[in-house]
Each structure stands twice: as structure tokens, then as C-alpha cells.
């Protein structure tokens, strides 16, 4: 089940007794938690039937006391227990969790870890309960996701704009969300987020990117590429290497994938490839100049410099100075 489906269930008055809410992605169960500690019960029965344990000082047996307390002025209560990954002895709550009470709704986070499948818990919880089980999403999911949230809020963001904001925060949806708020708070009126405003309110720049690098490299431009890394030289924070490398060896392994595909049709290679296809062109611009054996070769270089940025095979060589580097390799010896 996902997060929203349980969420809107809720909006709907309709519960189960027991949720489970487990995985390593931490956003989609915070969000379920935040709606059952805020939202399923009103101001005047919250001060009565709610109830909030933490799994490091919870005791199962103060748990199962509060689950079975019946609801006071109100239809129903709601019990959360958070952090319950870190809870001793939580097996014990299969006593209740068989026999559940219906007025009680019993809310568990169960952080970045699953229950054992083999186990009885995890199958009186199927049996029971609701099971929520979260993963992170793949890179290439979360630009869609990112859209997703923000036309969730009622806006919209231009494709370079979202790309920007999800390859400079990476796979954190809470980062992301905040970030989102932040420039909607900015925009006044304006219902469309840009580039500019990803630039001026989160800090990063439209035209010093590892988007722009890609693009550089893409074309053999490399003036541009050495202008870029001189921009993350002075600016550390912008593009660590340790960020840059992963990128660009995502790139190259795509242009690789493409080499293998019967087409180069954009919108197949695309769908193909799970690649945004406002970004498709600058991949097929790289396959038209790279050829197969040298893409294999520049996934090869990335591979090594990738060694000597953690200190194989360098005496000390500063980061920037690296990318340069392979940078003139890549573009000058294939």
C-alpha cells in the first residue's frame, strides 16, 4: 500500500486498527505519522486520545495498556509509536496486535529496516493490520516524483528547473519538499517555478551545473568544461567530485545503452533509458561523437579518476585539477 492511499483512506474516516510503516525511505513514513499524530483527530480530542511513544524508552507492556484504554469523548484514539526499530522485546506486541482493539487506531514507524517475513509479527501484521513497506526511489524516478509534489501544491516548474533542483539536492524528498516550499513562498502570484528561482533560493547556479558539464562533454566543448570546473573550483560546495564522477558515469553509461539500442528515435530512446527527455538530446549529441569503444574507454577513465579522487594512485592532486585533467583526456584523446 502507499503512503497516499493510506492517507486518503484516512480523509475518507476510513481505518484499520493497526499500521505498520516500515523501509529506508523515511519521507513517505513521516508523512503517514504526521497525518495520524495532526490530522485524525480534532483539537478538542487530541488532549484525551492521543498517545505518542518513542521505541528507545517505550515498554510493550505501556503500549498494549494505552492500545486497550478505550477513547474518551470521541469515536476513536489514536496511539503512535515512533522510532520502534529501536524498541526492545517488540515482539510482544503480537499479543495485541491479534486481538486488536477497533476504537484504537496504532500508528508504528519502523524505520530503515523490514520485519522478518518468517516471522509471526510480520504475519499477524498482513494478517491484521496494514503493512507499509517504503523504498528509496531510483534517481531517475525522482524527477517525476519532485513534479508530482509540486503540482500537488498548485504549480508548476520548467524541466531545466526541476533537474536542476533534483540533481543538486539528490535522493532526499524531505530536502527536496522544503526546498519546493521555499521558493513557493517566493514566488508571490507567479504559479511557475524557473531556473532563476532555483538559482536565487536554493543556491544553485543555471549555468556552472554538472547538467552543463554533461553538456560540454557531450559536444566537445571544451572551453566550457574547463570554465565550469573553474566555477566548482571556487565554488567547493557547488560540485564536490565525489558528486561530479557519479554523474557523469551515469551519463556515459546511458550513452553506452544507447550504442546498443536499434534507434535513436528520442522519444523511445527515452522511454527506453528512463531519461528526462528534456535533457535526450545532449545523450544522442554524445552518442553522434563518442562511438562505442570510446564511451567503454571514457567509463573506464571515469573509473579511474573516481580511484584517485579518494586517494589511489594521487599524491595529492587537488580535485579540481583532476577533473581538468579528464576532462582533456576525454575530449582530446577519443
Known sequence: MLANTIISDWKKLQYKPIYWLEGEEEYFIDQVMDFAETQILNESETGFNLTVFYG?????????????RYPMFAERQVVLLKEAQQMRDIE???????????????VVSYKEKKVDGRT??????????????????????????????????????SNKALMLLVDHIGNDLSRIENEVDKILINLSNRKNITE????????VSKDFNVFELQAALATKNLPKAIQIIQY????????????????????????FMI???????????????????FFIKDYLKAANIYSYPDVEKLILLLSEYNLKSIGINNSGTPDASLLKEMVVKMMLNF
Do not use: M
Open 56 to 68: 528507545k524508552d517505550a515498554e510493550w507492556p505501556n503500549i498494549i495498556n494505552a492500545c486497550r
Open 92 to 106: 510482544k506486541l503480537e499479543a495485541y496486535i491479534e486481538n486488536p482493539l477497533h476504537s484504537t487506531i496504532f
Open 120 to 157: 509471526r509479527l510480520a504475519k499477524l501484521l498482513k494478517e491484521k493490520g496494514v503493512v507499509l513497506t517504503t523504498k528509496k526511489l531510483y534517481d531517475n524516478q525522482l524527477p517525476e516524483w519532485t513534479e508530482e509534489l509540486v503540482e500537488s501544491k498548485l504549480h508548476t516548474i
Open 196 to 203: 532563476d528561482d532555483v538559482e536565487k533560493y536554493v543556491g
Open 232 to 255: 566548482f573550483e571556487a565554488n567547493p560546495k557547488a560540485a564536490p567530485i565525489q558528486f561530479i564522477l557519479p554523474s557523469l558515469y551515469s551519463f556515459f553509461s546511458k550513452v
Open 259 to 277: 550504442h546498443g539500442l536499434n534507434t535513436r528515435d528520442e522519444k523511445t530512446v527515452a522511454a527506453s533509458l528512463g531519461i528526462n527527455s
